[in-house]
């Protein structure tokens, strides 16, 4: 059973640092697509950062350009979002999903098969 796990998230100032981790399990990811997203409250879920399945290739969305960055280790099944320069916009829940079955970054919500539980970050002004 394939099973993503966040963690990393909590409570952090303007223009504070945090690491996202996303820990897969029941299958190996090597060859998936992987992408964070998030949710606010009363918004929709929007795509953040996406990376393709060789790590060669990243994309992200314009409000977290230059801030967020993406990145992999397939030796550990894992994939890590480093969230620089964080401002209040930021807090929302922070979701992990993988392309089982696919490789290209790709920042459509639809695309992506499986998806962690979420992790809280929230960011005081």
């Known amino acids: 059973q394939v099973q993503l796990v966040e963690s990393g998230g909590g409570l952090v100032r303007a223009g504070g640092s945090l690491r996202l981790f996303c820990a897969a399990s029941?299958?190996?990811?090597?060859?998936?697509?992987w992408g964070w997203f998030r949710q606010a409250p009363g918004k929709e879920r929007e795509f953040v950062a996406a990376?393709?399945?060789?790590?060669?290739?990243?994309y992200y969305a314009d409000s977290v350009k230059g801030r967020f960055t993406i990145a992999r280790d397939n030796a550990r099944n894992t994939v890590y979002l480093q969230m620089n320069s964080l401002k209040p916009g930021d807090t929302a829940v922070y979701y992990c999903a993988a392309r089982t079955a696919q490789a290209m970054a790709v920042p459509q919500i639809h695309e992506y098969d499986a998806w962690g539980q979420g992790t809280q970050v929230t960011v005081s002004s």
């Open positions: 029941g299958r190996t990811f090597s060859h998936s697509a």
């Open positions: 990376i393709s399945g060789a790590g060669l290739n990243t």
